[in-house]
Structure formats: structure tokens, C-alpha cells
Antibody, heavy 123, light 112 residues
Framework: EVQLLESGGGLVQPGGSLRLSCAASGFAFGIYGMTWVRQAPGKGLEWVSAIGGNGVATYYADSVKGRLTISRDNSKNTLYLQMNGLRADDTAVYYCARLPPALPLHANYFDPWGQGTLVTVSS | QSLLTQPPSVSGAPGQRVIISCTGS?????????VHWYQQLPGAAPKLLLY????DRPSGVPGRFSGSRSGTSASLAITGLQAEDEADYYC???????????FGGGTKLTVL
């Protein structure tokens, strides 16, 4: 069974840092692109970042460029999101999700999703 | 403000048919980017509902859910509404100008 399990969320002060992890199991992790999507409390979904299967290609939403960094360790079947310079508007549940293999960018969708981890940025 | 526009809410009685629209632009849906749909039940993570050019359904998704597209818009149709369909629904596509994936603002479906 394909499973994605996020961890690392919590309460952090504005300007602080946090690293989220997404442990994957049940599939050949290294051949799939992965993505992070967030959802602020009571709001809709916002795509944050994505990474190719080999970790070379990375993509970011303008709202997080320069502050959040996506990476992966295929030997550990784990996806990461390093979050620096956190702001109040980064408060959200962060989901990791898998991309289908070998599709062009315009065709990609996200399936499955993890259960999410909550990041709260507040003093 | 999302670049994919969805109605904030729709409603229907059990057994009825509802349609949720997703309006984009020439840099995403109109440029040929696929439109995918997700269902988010209360308190749960989103789940893929329809995907791909032909609006295919993942295993386990009932045939009551179907998708279509025309020009810069796409639609999700739900027939034979059931109480368990009450959820938030999101469309998703890729924008060539932004080089980014996009979600619609979401539509809350209420089953009356």
C-alpha cells in the first residue's frame, strides 16, 4: 500500500525555521516526482513546491521562493521541506503528495496525499 | 485570488445532478494543460477524483463523477447526489506563464 507520512510541523516564531519530512513507503520512491501543497486554516489549497525523482529539477511557487527549499533523500525514501524566514501567512497544514511518473509538467496531478502536518507561525 | 475560478458553493438534493465549473485562462486550461479534480471531505486530506485529458477516474471513484472541458473552462459533474458527496471540491492545472501548478479556490458542495 502506498503511504505518505508527514512530520516536523509545530509552533515557530516569525523569522524562524522548520524542516518538514515526508516518509514514503509502498512504491519505488526514486522514480516519482513529489510535491508539497499547503492549506491555511479555513482556506483553499495552495501548491508550494515540487521536485523531480532524481532531485535535480525543483519548482517553487513565487510566494515561497528564496525561503523554502525542497529536497529528497532517495536512500531514505524521504522528502523534505526546509522552511526559513517563516511568516504568519505560512501558517497552514502542509501535505506531501506524489506525482505520476514521466508526465510533462502540464499533465501532472497529485496522488496520493499524506495526512498533513500543521505549521503555526506565531509569536 | 486564484487564477482558476470556481463558485464558492453549490447545493443539490439527493439524487440530483450538480455541476462545478473551473474557469482558467489562455496560459493554463486554454493552453491545453490538463485539469484534475480533488475531493476533500471534512477533516481529511484531499483525494484525487478525476485526472488526465479524458477525466479518468482512479480506482474506487464512482461513475457518478465525470469531467469535461471547453476552451478555458472545465467542469465536474456529479449525478445521483448522495449525502456522502458533501465535501470541498478543487480543480487543479498547470500555468505556463507562471511555471507553476494552480488550484481553484474550491467549491463547497452541500447536499440538502
Amino acid at each position: 500500500e502506498v503511504q505518505l507520512l508527514e512530520s516536523g510541523g509545530g509552533l515557530v516564531q516569525p523569522g524562524g525555521s522548520l524542516r518538514l519530512s515526508c516518509a514514503a513507503s509502498g512504491f519505488a520512491f526514486g522514480i516519482y516526482g513529489m510535491t508539497w501543497v499547503r492549506q491555511a486554516p479555513g482556506k483553499g489549497l495552495e501548491w508550494v513546491s515540487a521536485i523531480g525523482g532524481n532531485g535535480v529539477a525543483t519548482y517553487y511557487a513565487d510566494s515561497v521562493k528564496g525561503r523554502l527549499t525542497i529536497s529528497r533523500d532517495n536512500s531514505k525514501n524521504t522528502l523534505y521541506l526546509q522552511m526559513n524566514g517563516l511568516r504568519a501567512d505560512d501558517t497552514a497544514v502542509y501535505y506531501c503528495a506524489r506525482l505520476p511518473p514521466a508526465l510533462p509538467l502540464h499533465a501532472n496531478y497529485f496522488d496520493p496525499w499524506g495526512q498533513g502536518t500543521l505549521v503555526t507561525v506565531s509569536s | 485570488q486564484s487564477l482558476l475560478t470556481q463558485p464558492p458553493s453549490v447545493s443539490g438534493a439527493p439524487g440530483q445532478r450538480v455541476i462545478i465549473s473551473c474557469t482558467g485562462s489562455s496560459s493554463n486550461v486554454g493552453a491545453g494543460s490538463d485539469v484534475h479534480w480533488y475531493q476533500q471531505l471534512p477533516g481529511a486530506a484531499p483525494k484525487l477524483l478525476l485526472y488526465g485529458t479524458n477525466s479518468d477516474r482512479p480506482s474506487g471513484v464512482p461513475g457518478r463523477f465525470s469531467g469535461s472541458r471547453s476552451g478555458t473552462s472545465a467542469s465536474l459533474a456529479i449525478t445521483g447526489l448522495q449525502a456522502e458527496d458533501e465535501a470541498d471540491y478543487y480543480c487543479q492545472s498547470y500555468d505556463n506563464s507562471l511555471s507553476a501548478w494552480l488550484f481553484g479556490g474550491g467549491t463547497k458542495l452541500t447536499v440538502l
